[in-house]
């Protein structure tokens, strides 16, 4: 029975990957469909930066309320700073190609950050660095935590 692979991919986007899946495995590439697999080929290499990035955003929201907000320190706050280096490494060991790229997720997560902490801990925007204060190697050092400014 011949799928029709456009009417899957609209329909249940999951079945229409399984059965490229399938395709590949037979060796069937004339009935794949080239420019749309490679289409959510990117979309997924996109997706594994916005995870990343994602990740950075709530570390270093953290990480910054932390630094600038000691007295409220909290359990929770050290929960989530241990949390998200746990993701972020778990992702690096899954795909050590975004290691190039973590400069690159650091900068464009940090104005999301600065945000994050400004709107739970109220303090405003000049409380914060103009830059991320953190290296890469700090944020994922898992005994790193800034001291008080």
Request: charged share 30%.
């Amino acid at each position: 029975m011949r799928v029709d692979s456009e009417v899957l991919y609209q329909q249940d986007f999951y079945a229409w990957i399984y059965h490229n899946i399938d395709l590949l495995r037979q060796r069937k590439f004339s009935e794949i469909q080239v420019d749309t697999l490679i289409e959510e080929l990117e979309d997924m290499a996109k997706g594994n930066r916005r995870e990343l990035r994602s990740h950075f955003i709530i570390l270093i929201a953290h990480l910054l309320k932390w630094q600038f907000e000691p007295e409220h320190r909290s359990r929770s706050w050290r929960s989530s700073i241990l949390e998200q280096r746990y993701q972020i490494l778990e992702q690096m060991a899954d795909s050590p190609s975004l290691k190039p790229r973590l400069s690159e997720a650091i900068t464009q997560a940090y104005p999301g950050a600065v945000k994050l902490a400004m709107k739970e801990t109220e303090l405003p925007r000049h409380t914060f660095p103009k830059d991320c204060p953190y290296r890469w190697e700090e944020l994922l050092d898992e005994d790193f935590y800034p001291e008080t400014h």
